[in-house]
Protein backbone atom coordinates (compact mmCIF):
# COMPACT_ATOMS: atom_id res chain seq x y z
CA UNK A 1 0.00 0.00 0.00
CA UNK A 2 1.42 3.52 -0.54
CA UNK A 3 2.48 5.26 2.39
CA UNK A 4 1.11 8.70 1.79
CA UNK A 5 -0.03 11.03 -1.37
CA UNK A 6 1.24 14.21 -0.61
CA UNK A 7 -1.32 16.84 -0.76
CA UNK A 8 -1.43 20.31 -2.51
CA UNK A 9 2.50 19.08 -3.69
CA UNK A 10 3.49 22.09 -5.79
CA UNK A 11 1.62 24.85 -4.29
CA UNK A 12 3.14 24.41 -0.93
CA UNK A 13 6.35 23.67 -2.23
CA UNK A 14 6.49 26.30 -4.55
CA UNK A 15 5.60 28.48 -1.59
CA UNK A 16 8.98 28.22 -0.18
CA UNK A 17 10.24 30.03 -3.78
CA UNK A 18 13.14 27.44 -3.46
CA UNK A 19 17.05 29.05 -5.07
CA UNK A 20 19.06 26.02 -5.91
CA UNK A 21 21.66 26.45 -3.44
CA UNK A 22 19.74 27.00 0.21
CA UNK A 23 19.32 24.57 3.08
CA UNK A 24 15.45 23.86 3.38
CA UNK A 25 13.44 21.55 6.36
CA UNK A 26 10.57 19.70 5.73
CA UNK A 27 9.48 18.90 9.17
CA UNK A 28 6.78 16.37 8.02
CA UNK A 29 8.44 13.54 5.92
CA UNK A 30 6.07 11.29 6.24
CA UNK A 31 6.34 9.17 2.71
CA UNK A 32 8.75 11.51 1.49
CA UNK A 33 6.57 13.39 -1.33
CA UNK A 34 6.98 17.09 -0.92
CA UNK A 35 10.84 16.08 0.32
CA UNK A 36 11.32 14.33 -3.13
CA UNK A 37 10.06 17.13 -5.41
CA UNK A 38 12.16 19.90 -3.04
CA UNK A 39 15.13 17.95 -3.90
CA UNK A 40 14.36 17.99 -7.76
CA UNK A 41 14.29 21.69 -7.72
CA UNK A 42 17.26 22.02 -5.67
CA UNK A 43 21.13 22.30 -7.01
CA UNK A 44 24.31 20.22 -5.86
CA UNK A 45 24.59 22.79 -3.25
CA UNK A 46 21.09 22.20 -1.62
CA UNK A 47 20.34 21.06 1.19
CA UNK A 48 16.96 19.18 2.77
CA UNK A 49 16.75 18.34 6.51
CA UNK A 50 13.77 16.71 7.50
CA UNK A 51 11.98 15.54 10.60
CA UNK A 52 9.41 12.86 11.30
CA UNK A 53 8.96 11.60 14.78
CA UNK A 54 7.43 8.24 13.81
CA UNK A 55 9.97 5.68 13.40
CA UNK A 56 8.05 3.88 10.39
CA UNK A 57 9.43 7.11 8.52
CA UNK A 58 12.79 6.04 8.26
CA UNK A 59 11.85 3.23 6.19
CA UNK A 60 11.40 6.36 3.41
CA UNK A 61 14.34 7.60 4.00
CA UNK A 62 15.81 9.29 0.22
CA UNK A 63 19.76 7.99 -0.63
CA UNK A 64 20.71 11.33 -1.67
CA UNK A 65 23.79 13.44 -0.20
CA UNK A 66 21.87 16.18 -0.17
CA UNK A 67 19.19 14.71 2.22
CA UNK A 68 19.25 14.27 5.91
CA UNK A 69 16.53 12.57 8.04
CA UNK A 70 16.10 13.37 11.59
CA UNK A 71 13.64 11.09 13.89
CA UNK A 72 12.40 13.25 16.38
CA UNK A 73 10.00 15.48 17.11
CA UNK A 74 9.39 19.05 14.93
CA UNK A 75 9.08 20.66 18.66
CA UNK A 76 13.01 20.49 18.67
CA UNK A 77 13.54 21.89 15.26
CA UNK A 78 15.99 24.68 16.38
CA UNK A 79 18.09 22.01 18.52
CA UNK A 80 18.65 19.84 15.99
CA UNK A 81 18.92 22.10 13.15
CA UNK A 82 22.19 23.32 15.26
CA UNK A 83 23.34 19.53 15.59
CA UNK A 84 23.61 19.47 12.12
CA UNK A 85 25.30 22.92 11.61
CA UNK A 86 22.48 25.22 10.62
CA UNK A 87 21.64 28.31 12.98
CA UNK A 88 19.38 29.60 9.35
CA UNK A 89 17.73 27.83 6.98
CA UNK A 90 15.89 29.60 3.78
CA UNK A 91 12.33 28.03 3.97
CA UNK A 92 10.72 25.23 6.13
CA UNK A 93 7.47 23.36 5.17
CA UNK A 94 5.30 21.36 7.51
CA UNK A 95 2.33 19.25 6.63
CA UNK A 96 0.75 18.61 9.81
CA UNK A 97 -1.15 15.68 11.05
CA UNK A 98 -1.36 11.71 10.18
CA UNK A 99 -0.48 10.37 7.58
CA UNK A 100 -2.07 7.68 5.39
CA UNK A 101 0.26 5.06 6.75
CA UNK A 102 -0.55 5.65 10.12
CA UNK A 103 -4.25 5.74 9.22
CA UNK A 104 -3.94 2.52 7.19
CA UNK A 105 -2.21 0.32 10.09
CA UNK A 106 -4.97 -0.93 12.21
CA UNK A 107 -2.43 -1.31 15.53
CA UNK A 108 -1.18 1.98 15.62
CA UNK A 109 -4.89 3.18 16.74
CA UNK A 110 -5.67 6.10 14.57
CA UNK A 111 -8.64 4.73 12.46
CA UNK A 112 -12.03 4.42 13.14
CA UNK A 113 -12.32 1.64 11.12
CA UNK A 114 -10.71 -1.41 12.87
CA UNK A 115 -10.74 -2.73 15.80
CA UNK A 116 -7.49 -1.92 17.67
CA UNK A 117 -5.85 -0.99 21.51
CA UNK A 118 -6.25 2.50 22.24
CA UNK A 119 -2.61 3.61 21.24
CA UNK A 120 -2.68 7.40 18.75
CA UNK A 121 0.81 7.53 19.58
CA UNK A 122 2.62 9.34 16.45
CA UNK A 123 6.34 8.74 18.60
CA UNK A 124 6.23 5.35 19.48
CA UNK A 125 8.73 5.68 21.65
CA UNK A 126 6.39 7.68 24.06
CA UNK A 127 5.10 6.41 27.29
CA UNK A 128 1.48 8.01 26.78
CA UNK A 129 -1.16 7.09 25.14
CA UNK A 130 -4.89 6.85 23.80
CA UNK A 131 -5.01 4.64 26.77
CA UNK A 132 -3.62 7.11 29.36
CA UNK A 133 -6.31 9.68 28.02
CA UNK A 134 -9.31 7.20 27.75
CA UNK A 135 -8.47 5.59 31.57
CA UNK A 136 -6.46 7.68 33.35
CA UNK A 137 -7.87 11.27 33.07
CA UNK A 138 -11.14 12.93 35.48
CA UNK A 139 -13.97 13.29 34.13
CA UNK A 140 -13.43 16.73 33.48
CA UNK A 141 -10.21 16.86 32.48
CA UNK A 142 -11.67 14.34 29.60
CA UNK A 143 -14.54 16.48 28.62
CA UNK A 144 -12.54 19.52 28.67
CA UNK A 145 -10.00 17.54 25.95
CA UNK A 146 -13.77 16.42 24.04
CA UNK A 147 -14.66 19.67 23.83
CA UNK A 148 -11.69 21.55 22.98
CA UNK A 149 -10.24 19.33 21.00
CA UNK A 150 -13.15 18.26 19.16
CA UNK A 151 -15.05 20.69 19.78
CA UNK A 152 -18.61 18.46 20.93
CA UNK A 153 -20.91 19.37 21.95
CA UNK A 154 -22.35 16.87 24.12
CA UNK A 155 -17.98 16.85 25.34
CA UNK A 156 -19.57 16.19 29.18
CA UNK A 157 -22.21 13.38 28.43
CA UNK A 158 -19.53 11.97 26.66
CA UNK A 159 -16.76 12.18 29.23
CA UNK A 160 -19.81 10.48 32.19
CA UNK A 161 -20.41 7.82 29.89
CA UNK A 162 -16.76 6.83 29.04
CA UNK A 163 -15.88 7.10 33.33
CA UNK A 164 -18.54 5.00 33.93
CA UNK A 165 -17.78 2.27 31.59
CA UNK A 166 -13.94 1.88 32.97
CA UNK A 167 -15.51 1.72 36.47
CA UNK A 168 -15.92 -2.50 35.52
CA UNK A 169 -11.96 -2.18 34.52
CA UNK A 170 -10.00 -0.27 31.91
CA UNK A 171 -10.95 0.20 28.26
CA UNK A 172 -8.33 -1.39 25.93
CA UNK A 173 -10.01 -0.82 22.97
CA UNK A 174 -11.12 1.03 19.95
CA UNK A 175 -14.28 -1.69 20.30
CA UNK A 176 -14.59 -1.11 23.96
CA UNK A 177 -14.75 2.84 23.58
CA UNK A 178 -17.18 3.14 20.51
CA UNK A 179 -19.15 1.01 22.94
CA UNK A 180 -19.37 3.05 25.71
CA UNK A 181 -19.80 6.35 23.71
CA UNK A 182 -22.70 4.37 21.74
CA UNK A 183 -25.67 6.38 23.04
CA UNK A 184 -23.75 9.49 21.66
CA UNK A 185 -23.66 8.06 18.23
CA UNK A 186 -26.57 8.25 16.06
CA UNK A 187 -27.40 5.56 13.17
CA UNK A 188 -26.75 8.96 10.41
CA UNK A 189 -23.81 10.69 11.84
CA UNK A 190 -22.26 7.71 13.33
CA UNK A 191 -18.96 8.43 11.84
CA UNK A 192 -18.74 12.16 12.34
CA UNK A 193 -18.84 11.64 15.41
CA UNK A 194 -16.86 8.81 16.29
CA UNK A 195 -14.17 10.93 14.50
CA UNK A 196 -14.41 14.02 16.01
CA UNK A 197 -13.81 11.75 19.60
CA UNK A 198 -10.77 9.96 17.59
CA UNK A 199 -9.35 13.79 16.65
CA UNK A 200 -9.98 15.17 20.23
CA UNK A 201 -7.98 12.20 21.82
CA UNK A 202 -5.14 12.71 19.36
CA UNK A 203 -4.37 15.86 20.08
CA UNK A 204 -4.24 15.38 23.86
CA UNK A 205 -2.07 12.28 23.15
CA UNK A 206 0.67 13.90 20.72
CA UNK A 207 -0.33 17.47 22.25
CA UNK A 208 -0.20 18.46 18.74
CA UNK A 209 -1.15 22.27 19.42
CA UNK A 210 1.63 22.58 22.20
CA UNK A 211 3.95 21.41 19.60
CA UNK A 212 2.80 23.43 16.59
CA UNK A 213 3.19 26.50 18.49
CA UNK A 214 6.50 25.57 19.69
CA UNK A 215 7.35 24.57 15.95
CA UNK A 216 6.26 28.11 14.81
CA UNK A 217 7.71 30.18 17.10
CA UNK A 218 10.88 28.72 16.48
CA UNK A 219 10.79 29.05 12.72
CA UNK A 220 11.21 32.63 13.13
CA UNK A 221 13.95 32.58 15.06
CA UNK A 222 15.73 30.34 12.28
CA UNK A 223 14.40 32.24 9.18
CA UNK A 224 16.65 34.80 7.61
CA UNK A 225 14.34 37.63 6.41
CA UNK A 226 12.74 36.81 3.06
CA UNK A 227 12.74 33.06 4.56
CA UNK A 228 9.84 31.39 3.78
CA UNK A 229 7.17 28.60 5.73
CA UNK A 230 4.62 26.41 3.76
CA UNK A 231 2.12 25.09 6.13
CA UNK A 232 -0.63 23.12 5.90
CA UNK A 233 -3.12 22.14 8.12
CA UNK A 234 -6.12 19.98 8.15
CA UNK A 235 -8.81 21.25 10.78
CA UNK A 236 -9.55 24.66 12.42
CA UNK A 237 -7.57 24.59 15.69
CA UNK A 238 -4.12 23.82 13.59
CA UNK A 239 -5.32 26.26 10.94
CA UNK A 240 -6.35 29.04 13.50
CA UNK A 241 -2.49 29.05 15.27
CA UNK A 242 -0.86 29.09 11.66
CA UNK A 243 -3.34 32.30 10.53
CA UNK A 244 -2.83 34.19 13.35
CA UNK A 245 0.98 33.23 14.07
CA UNK A 246 1.53 34.33 10.15
CA UNK A 247 -0.08 37.50 10.41
CA UNK A 248 0.81 38.81 13.92
CA UNK A 249 3.75 36.73 14.97
CA UNK A 250 1.50 35.44 18.31
CA UNK A 251 -1.70 33.50 19.02
CA UNK A 252 -3.48 35.38 20.67
CA UNK A 253 -4.32 39.48 21.30
CA UNK A 254 -3.12 41.81 18.53
CA UNK A 255 0.91 42.93 18.29
CA UNK A 256 2.25 45.85 19.06
CA UNK A 257 1.93 49.11 17.07
CA UNK A 258 5.11 51.59 16.23
CA UNK A 259 4.84 55.28 16.61
CA UNK A 260 3.28 55.48 13.23
CA UNK A 261 0.79 52.79 14.22
CA UNK A 262 1.94 50.27 11.87
CA UNK A 263 2.22 46.86 13.41
CA UNK A 264 5.46 45.27 15.04
CA UNK A 265 5.17 41.54 12.80
CA UNK A 266 7.93 39.02 12.22
CA UNK A 267 6.20 37.66 9.54
CA UNK A 268 3.68 38.74 6.38
CA UNK A 269 1.17 36.08 4.73
CA UNK A 270 1.83 35.68 1.03
CA UNK A 271 -0.58 35.55 -0.90
CA UNK A 272 -4.60 33.90 0.19
CA UNK A 273 -4.39 30.32 1.27
CA UNK A 274 -4.72 27.64 -0.92
CA UNK A 275 -6.80 24.55 -1.12
CA UNK A 276 -7.17 21.55 -2.74
CA UNK A 277 -9.26 21.61 -6.37
CA UNK A 278 -11.81 19.15 -6.85
CA UNK A 279 -9.66 16.92 -9.08
CA UNK A 280 -7.09 16.51 -6.16
CA UNK A 281 -10.21 15.73 -3.73
CA UNK A 282 -11.58 13.21 -5.80
CA UNK A 283 -8.23 11.33 -6.20
CA UNK A 284 -7.53 11.67 -3.00
CA UNK A 285 -9.86 12.49 -0.19
CA UNK A 286 -7.42 12.88 2.36
CA UNK A 287 -6.87 16.31 0.72
CA UNK A 288 -10.24 17.46 1.33
CA UNK A 289 -9.66 19.23 4.38
CA UNK A 290 -6.16 20.64 3.40
CA UNK A 291 -5.52 24.03 4.05
CA UNK A 292 -2.13 25.83 2.87
CA UNK A 293 -0.77 29.46 4.29
CA UNK A 294 2.58 30.62 2.64
CA UNK A 295 4.29 33.64 4.42
CA UNK A 296 7.41 35.53 4.78
CA UNK A 297 10.29 36.61 7.34
CA UNK A 298 10.53 40.58 7.42
C1 LIG B 1 0.54 14.35 6.74
S1 LIG B 1 1.98 13.44 7.05
C2 LIG B 1 3.19 14.19 6.01
C3 LIG B 1 3.27 13.57 4.66
C4 LIG B 1 4.40 14.07 3.79
N1 LIG B 1 4.29 15.47 3.50
C5 LIG B 1 4.48 13.28 2.53
O1 LIG B 1 4.50 13.88 1.44
O2 LIG B 1 4.53 12.04 2.59
C6 LIG B 1 2.52 14.04 8.61
C7 LIG B 1 3.78 13.37 9.12
O3 LIG B 1 4.33 14.23 10.12
C8 LIG B 1 4.72 13.48 11.23
N2 LIG B 1 4.56 14.35 12.39
C9 LIG B 1 3.41 14.86 12.87
N3 LIG B 1 3.66 15.63 13.94
C10 LIG B 1 5.00 15.61 14.11
C11 LIG B 1 5.87 16.22 15.06
N4 LIG B 1 5.41 16.98 16.05
N5 LIG B 1 7.20 16.02 14.92
C12 LIG B 1 7.69 15.23 13.94
N6 LIG B 1 6.90 14.61 13.03
C13 LIG B 1 5.58 14.80 13.12
C14 LIG B 1 3.81 12.28 11.26
O4 LIG B 1 4.46 11.20 11.90
C15 LIG B 1 3.55 12.03 9.77
O5 LIG B 1 4.46 11.08 9.25
Known amino acids: MEYHNPVLLHPTVDGLAIKPDGVYVDVTFGGGGHSREILKRLGPNGKLIAFDQDKDALDNVIDDPRFVLVNENFRFLKRFLRFHGHKQVDGILADFGVSSHQFDVAERGFSTRFEAELDMRM ?77 AIRIEVNQELEVIKEFLQQSIEVLPVGGRLSVISYHS ?62
Do not use: W
Open 237 to 298: LEDRLVKRFMRNGMFEGEPEKDVFGRAEVPMKPVGKFIIPDAAEIKENNRARSAKLRIAKKL
Open 123 to 199: DQGSAFSAYDVVNNYEESQLSSVLFQYGELRASKGIARVICEKRKNGPIKTSDQLKEAVARFLPKHREHKILAQIYQ
